[in-house]
């Protein structure tokens, strides 16, 4: 079964520092990830997807994700952080289990903090 | 383009009563998901369907949740009788579908955030 690891809880980081939130996953086959932000009280938007192609994946809001194979890894970066980017943070991986049924599976998240 | 709506964004209710979310895809969208967030846990599906058809309910806890997708476009999540364990938020989520076609974005709504007392 796929699985993505979201190995920290919570990260803090100072407004203006760049920011890196971790995740490494587990698949079968190609892996096809996403992230997700949720804002307090929000539903899930959508960030970035890494599909294929070229491994640093640009996304809103400044954000983007490196895709490492050897290690497994598609953590997500941005240069500058704000402290409006405060949210839960979501890895997540595609499980298709049939050709064109698709579902999202997720790791348990990461509380981002920017410290003004 | 509209995203994914959901109604009631908030609900609380005693154990034991009942409780209907409903949700309206994005326009097109044949794939819709239903997906519970239990505070501090990652989301995890309840059920998928595309167009009106259950594709993936394995997950749902079917002596008490049930979900139905009539006519292929919005979709209602039941839940009767509740527990005080179904406190979450349900997500609903849509997506496009085409056969031989993968990595589609999953978008997702507001979500219905349920408090059962």
């Known amino acids: 079964a796929q699985s993505v690891a979201q190995p920290e809880d919570q990260v803090n980081v100072a407004e203006g520092n760049p920011l890196t939130v971790k995740c490494t996953y587990s698949v079968s086959g190609n892996p096809y990830l996403f992230w997700y932000v949720q804002y307090p009280n929000r539903g899930l938007q959508f960030l970035l997807k890494y599909i294929t192609g070229d491994n640093l994946v640009k996304g809103s809001y400044g954000f983007e994700a490196e895709f490492n194979k050897s290690q497994t890894s598609f953590h997500l970066k941005k240069p500058s952080a704000l402290v409006s980017d405060s949210a839960l943070y979501f890895c997540?991986?595609?499980?298709?289990?049939?050709?064109?049924?698709?579902?999202?599976?997720f790791g348990t998240g990461t509380r981002l903090t920017i410290i003004p | 383009e509209a995203g994914v709506a959901q109604s009631p964004r908030y609900k609380i209710i005693e154990k034991r009563q009942s409780v209907a979310f409903w949700c309206n895809p994005i326009?097109?969208?044949?794939?819709l998901y239903w997906y519970q967030q239990i505070l501090g846990q990652g989301p995890k599906l309840l059920i998928q369907?595309?167009?009106?058809?259950?594709?993936?309910d394995s997950q749902l806890p079917k002596d008490r949740f049930s979900a139905e997708r009539l006519k292929g476009v919005d979709s209602t999540l039941k839940i009767q009788p509740a527990k005080l364990e179904d406190s979450a938020v349900y997500l609903c989520a849509s997506s496009l579908t085409d056969q031989g076609v993968s990595g589609n974005t999953i978008y997702f709504g507001e979500g219905s955030w349920l408090t059962v007392v």
């Open positions: 369907f595309q167009n009106n058809g259950v594709v993936d």
């Open positions: 326009s097109g969208h044949a794939t």
């Open positions: 997540a991986v595609r499980d298709l289990y049939r050709l064109g049924n698709e579902k999202l599976t």
